[in-house]
């Protein structure tokens, strides 16, 4: 069973750090990009970050550049989102997804085949 698990979200003062987790089992990490998406209240899911797995290339949406990072840990089929100088409008649902490694830069939902259940981050101003 292809299973994706997000933990660490909380509430979280603005300024303040928080990270992810999403633990992949079910299907071979190694051949898949993972992506971190969020969705807020009343807003459509948007990309927030990937890590492309055929050349290691990491993206950012505009709105988190220089503050949340993207890291991957093979060996624990496990990939991370450390989010630092949180704001209030980072607050979201955050998913975790991964898209076949032959999607070289995967940005766009439907790309994805698999996705977690997301943990909420809620960041208080």
């Known amino acids: 069973e292809v299973q994706l698990v997000e933990s660490g979200g909380g509430l979280v003062q603005a300024g303040g750090s928080l990270r992810l987790s999403c633990q992949a089992s079910?299907?071979?990490?190694?051949?898949?990009?993972i992506g971190w998406f969020r969705q807020a209240p009343g807003k459509e899911r948007e990309g927030v970050s990937c890590l492309s797995r055929s050349d290691g290339i990491t993206l950012y949406a505009d709105s988190v550049k220089g503050r949340f990072t993207i890291s991957r840990v093979n060996a624990k089929n496990t990939v991370y989102l450390q989010m630092n100088n949180l704001k209030p409008e980072d607050t979201a649902v955050y998913y975790c997804?991964?898209?076949?490694?032959?999607?070289?830069?995967?940005?766009?939902?439907?790309?994805?085949?698999?996705w977690g259940q997301g943990t909420q981050v809620t960041v208080s101003s």
């Open positions: 079910g299907f071979t990490f190694d051949d898949y990009a």
């Open positions: 997804a991964a898209a076949p490694s032959t999607i070289g830069r995967p940005i766009r939902r439907d790309e994805y085949d698999y």
